[in-house]
């Protein structure tokens, strides 16, 4: 098990390759693919939700061994799924009920097997209406309430708008480490470093948000 501390903090790992599958919804009901190679670390997030959202009901059909590893505000709350108890666990503790919120940011990974989960469920907006996660000024681990990937910075589908000094952290697949970006009130870009980078998040994908001021993230699900 690699030790991952935040960029916020940092963040490396080692491992593979991701690739991410389109999304539908339809009036309520939608769905959305996240998919890894053997060993990699993908960083994810439910946009959608289950009606009972805990990590049983959240992550389905994954082979044994699959590791969650959930942000709680200092570190990470590690679960492995054992296929033979058909439970996720934190040692020895069954956790089936740890509730896995819609909008939350976390890792999933399998050392020896590809996986593949489908979140499935209701979109928490109506269509034309609108869903609001509130960003403290800590490190949190979020992902959009709607089923909608785009860069970062388009007011009519992600909507992230934060104030200057905000840093985000978006995870490199590739590279299994973090990107970060700073927010530029004053030039209303973000940056990694001196160049000018806005963000792109794609559907299911989690990130690491720090606001340098406590905001309403609100998102409006399309009406076409």
Do not use: C, R
């Not at 599958?21 to 439910?46: H, K, L, M």
């Not at 209701?122 to 681990?141: F, P």
């Amino acid at each position: 098990m690699k030790t991952k501390t935040l960029l916020i903090a940092a963040a490396a790992l080692a491992a593979t390759v991701i690739s991410s599958e389109a999304q539908v919804y339809s009036g309520i009901v939608g769905y959305a693919s996240v998919s890894a190679q053997p060993g990699q670390y993908i960083f994810v997030a439910n946009p959608l939700t289950t009606g009972n959202d805990v990590v049983s009901n959240v992550l389905q059909n994954l082979p044994g061994a699959t590791t969650a590893e959930i942000w709680n505000g200092s570190g990470y709350t590690i679960l492995t799924y054992s296929a033979g108890q058909h439970h996720w666990k934190s040692g020895s503790t069954i956790e089936d009920t740890l509730p896995l919120a819609p909008g939350l940011g976390f890792f999933l990974q399998n050392p020896s097997t590809a996986i593949t989960n489908t979140f499935v469920g209701t979109v928490l907006a109506q269509t034309g209406g609108s869903v609001t996660n509130s960003l403290l000024s800590s490190v949190e681990a979020v992902g959009a309430l709607v089923p909608i990937g785009d860069v970062v910075t388009n007011i009519a589908t992600f909507n992230l708008q934060v104030a200057g000094a905000s840093q985000l952290q978006k995870w490199d697949i590739a590279n299994q480490t973090f990107d970060v970006f700073t927010y530029s009130a004053g030039q209303n870009t973000w940056k990694i470093g001196s160049t000018k980078t806005n963000p792109i998040i794609n559907v299911a994908e989690g990130f690491f948000i720090q606001p340098s001021v406590a905001t309403n993230w609100v998102q409006t699900l399309p009406s076409n």
